[in-house]
């Protein structure tokens, strides 16, 4: 069973990598474009029973997985639709 | 005095720490390995510059983790004097010892130079007998020094004169042609409430001889030394 794990930056944060990408696109003729966010994408290969495992999986998410300060997370049981 | 320093896998400034703590007077130092659970003992810790953990998923954000980080916020808490260089910084940060973070350069290159930077306090462990508006010229090595914090947490910092380093240009101008990263409001350094804990992304342990372009760092370190004397004498 898979989890997966996106990690974004806040709002607020400058994303220069995003921004780079975004100029390159330009260059390339695309200009539709307003924003590029480049964040962190983790797959995570469950041994056991994920619904038993998702507060911890949460809890990793928050202290280790992202930064709270800077970025957000989302979590994706196997079950869950986008 | 007893300086400990703590060695992570990827920390490449321990020795340069070592050197310039070893050459002040009285300083005894040596390396800790972050595998190590305890910090009893020493008076005063130094997590050195580097690549910990080679900076996997986020600068710091693994070391933060090592065992020895538990007993560094123990004694943090408990007063002891805490420098964190560069990576040393980026871990403090990550282990919430200091708020913000530090992400990529607003360039996007990794900088490697001889900065200005601006004493803003002069009443903390680390920047005594250095008066308002002194100049300390020390390097900078990092692809993610750019200091960032969140509006309400500026406004602490700067309430409660927890800034204590600012990157200027050669004549203390606050500029932002002077910011090496893009650094909010040009944050080089920063203290904790308590003032015991202090992060820099500038390396004062490579900038402790004349004959390596400066010897401004050796100022931060002796200020810590001298707080460490005081301290005691006072106990």
Redesign the interface.
């Known amino acids: 069973m898979k989890v997966k794990v996106i990690v974004t930056?806040k709002e607020?944060?400058?994303d220069?990598?995003g921004a780079?990408v975004r100029e390159a696109m330009q260059h390339l003729g695309f200009s539709g474009a307003r924003e590029v966010r480049i964040g962190?994408y983790l797959e995570i290969d469950l041994e056991g029973d994920p619904v038993e495992q998702e507060p911890k999986l949460r809890e990793l998410c928050h202290d280790?997985?992202s930064?709270p300060?800077?970025e957000d997370y989302r979590l994706e049981m196997p079950n869950e639709k986008k | 005095m007893k300086i400990a320093i703590v060695q992570f896998p990827g920390s490449n400034c321990d020795q340069d720490c070592l050197a310039a703590l070893r050459g002040i007077d009285g300083v005894e130092s040596d390396y800790v390995w972050h595998k190590e659970t305890s910090l009893h003992g020493w008076d005063a810790i130094v997590l050195p510059g580097g690549f910990s953990y080679g900076d996997y998923?986020?600068c710091g954000?693994?070391a933060r983790?090592s065992p020895i980080m538990r007993s560094v916020v123990e004694e943090a808490r408990s007063g002891k004097l805490v420098i964190g260089i560069c990576n040393g910084f980026q871990i403090l940060?990550?282990a919430g010892l200091l708020?913000?973070?530090l992400?990529?350069?607003?360039?996007?290159h990794f900088v490697c130079q001889m900065v200005t930077t601006r004493v803003e306090v002069s009443d903390s462990p680390f920047t005594r007998g250095m008066p308002v508006g002194t100049l300390l010229r020390l390097p900078v090595a990092h692809g993610e020094g750019?200091y960032?914090?969140?509006e309400r947490t500026l406004r602490d910092l700067n309430e409660r004169q927890q800034v204590i380093l600012r990157y200027c240009d050669s004549s203390g101008r606050v500029a932002p042609e002077a910011n090496p990263n893009?650094s909010v409001q040009n944050i080089a350094g920063i203290c904790n409430a308590d003032r015991n804990v202090f992060g820099l992304m500038p390396h004062p342990d490579r900038a402790c001889e004349e004959r390596l372009g400066s010897s401004d760092g050796r100022r931060i370190f002796e200020s810590m030394i001298g707080s460490l004397v005081r301290d005691q004498a006072a106990a």
Request: hydrophobic share 45%; aromatic share 6%; glycine share 6%.
């Open positions: 930056p607020t944060v400058l220069p990598q780079a962190r280790l997985l930064n300060v800077i | 998923l986020r954000a693994i983790f940060c990550e708020p913000g973070a992400v990529r350069n607003r360039s996007l750019c960032y914090a969140d893009g």
